[in-house]
């Protein structure tokens, strides 16, 4: 997960918990292994360092299971530097402390950690700990991506797009590389929704944004239902050309899939017609400049489409409009 937005759309629950254990004595590494079996994958640090690197390598970590008192980092420094530079992640962290060592447990609190377990390990007791802690995590994650998603299409909403675009803006002023977007709606879509019904016109909605998300392959790439009937594609590192490229082939895909068979929309499970006129923009973002730049940007070109004929991709300002209303 990142900070600003949703997580991969992949089902976490599929995949076996992940869980790092962090201790210097090997005979405390293996009873942990042992207590949690075969169903989970396994990571294992013997100390501080080790824990923070493989914190770093492996974003999708369920659980760490940290011992506190250990030569170099011990766990107290661990999960302070994992709080600090990792709020997001919201990582569980269970210590692991000697018996009747009540004031580490109390510090251990203190700095986020969720829970502790005490040696001599009683194994049924860690089984179920990581269980729970483990459980409640996914719960959490899935919560938060349907927060994240349109309930109507699956893609993004309009909030999700938002912190997406102020974060990759950031990162684009930081490296200095051009951000992409798209913004694309769909062409007289109050008729096709008034003939085919509203349950019609949500499948209209689905079909599109299925489209759109087939038309993206970079894992840094988004698509977000912006409002109604129209729709954004966030492209980081995309220059004019490859924005311009990519909606276009929408564009064309949209026609395709949607034309009916024959020329007879009646005909059962034919959609009926449905176009979209998009606007491109890409920019590397000046020091003085804010994300609704890019917006304004985009959204000038899709009005340009607008009153052009609609069913078409405008990717410059050459021939704006003149101030109107388009239906």
């Known amino acids: 997960m990142t900070a600003w937005g949703p997580p991969d759309h992949h089902d976490l629950h599929e995949q076996p918990p992940r869980v790092l254990l962090v201790d210097d004595a090997p005979i405390n590494l293996q009873l942990l292994a042992s207590a949690l079996g075969r169903g989970y994958e396994l990571h294992v640090a013997r100390d501080g360092a080790a824990a923070l690197d493989c914190i770093r390598r ?43 060592d009540e004031q580490a447990q109390t510090d251990g609190f203190a700095l986020g950690a969720v829970d502790y377990i005490v040696r001599p390990f009683s194994l049924p007791v860690v089984r179920a700990r990581v269980q729970t802690h483990v459980a409640l995590k996914r719960q959490t994650e899935h919560l938060e991506r349907l927060a994240w998603l349109d309930g109507l299409t699956g893609a993004a909403n309009r909030r999700s797009f938002d912190q997406r675009l102020a974060a990759e803006w950031r990162r684009a002023l930081r490296n200095r590389t051009p951000l992409g977007l798209v913004l694309f709606d769909l062409d007289h879509f109050k008729a096709y929704n008034d003939r085919h019904g509203h349950p019609g016109g949500d499948d209209c909605l689905r079909r599109i944004a299925a489209l759109g998300q087939q038309s993206i392959r970079r894992p840094g790439d988004l698509i977000a239902r912006y ?28 026609e395709t899939c949607f034309a009916c068979s024959g020329g007879d929309c009646n005909v059962r499970g034919a959609p009926g017609p449905m176009t979209l006129s998009a606007g491109c923009a890409s920019r590397v973002p000046g020091f003085n400049e804010d994300p609704m730049t890019l917006i304004l940007e985009a959204d000038r070109r899709l009005y340009a489409a607008k009153v052009a004929g609609r069913n078409r991709v405008v990717a410059t300002d050459d021939a704006l409009p003149a101030a109107g209303g388009v239906a």
Do not use: K, N, Q, Y
Request: hydrophobic share 45%; proline share 7%.
């Open 58 to 100: 492996e974003p999708d970590l369920d659980l760490v299971l940290l011992d506190i008192h250990m030569p170099g980092l011990d766990g107290f420094e661990v999960l302070t530097w994992l709080r600090e530079e990792f709020p997001e992640r919201r990582l569980p962290v269970i210590f692991v402390t000697a018996a009747g």
């Open 227 to 254: 409002g109604g009937e129209e729709f954004a594609l966030l492209l980081p590192d995309t220059d004019l050309a490859g924005v311009h490229g990519l909606a276009e082939r929408l564009r064309r895909r949209v």
